[in-house]
């Protein structure tokens, strides 16, 4: 065979892989785009409550300082419009939080414990329409997801 043909067909099949591999990568769920394992038994039974809800992204960390890790989830509510809730891992059992809005787009989650007292707060950001904005929050009475300091939350909503 000619050698241009045999780097010609060597290239397309490199490229299909490399299109199928980024296809694949897209498809299938991942601690890297979730934020958490697949598997995860709070996740699960985030999909298993809001099946018609799809999971953008996710924090696990222990957002009550019970020394157990909760699960905070940012998914679509509607069309460009997110929520954000808290599954907890409690000791009776796994229990949901009131939910808020959440960014659009781009959204990011980060912990910090920014008064050095437990528990932890966290982070959530993201954009709409390329209008930053972000939040401190803080989980309340295992139920509330209190907006401590932010800004322009309301525009990336
Ligand atoms: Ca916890
Ligand atoms: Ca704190």
Excluded at 93 to 107: C, F, M, R, S, Y
């Amino acid at each position: 065979m000619n050698k241009n043909v045999v780097k010609k067909i060597l290239i397309f099949t490199s490229i299909f892989a490399i299109g199928l591999y980024g296809y694949y990568m897209k498809t299938r769920p991942s601690l890297a785009t979730l934020g958490v394992e697949p598997d995860n038994e709070l996740l699960l039974y985030f999909m298993e409550t809001h099946p018609d809800n799809k999971v953008i992204l996710c924090g696990y960390e222990d957002l009550n300082d019970d020394g157990r890790k909760d699960l905070l989830v940012i998914y679509e509510e509607g069309r460009r419009k997110n929520a954000m809730l808290v599954v907890l891992d409690n000791e009776e059992g796994i229990k949901l939080t009131d939910h808020i809005q959440a960014p659009v787009e781009n959204q990011e989650i980060k912990f910090k414990d920014i008064d050095k007292t437990g528990p932890i707060e966290f982070i959530v950001s993201g954009s709409k329409d390329g209008n930053y904005g972000y939040a401190i929050f803080r989980l309340i009475d295992d139920w509330e997801l209190k907006n401590l300091f932010g800004d322009g939350m309301e525009d990336c909503c």
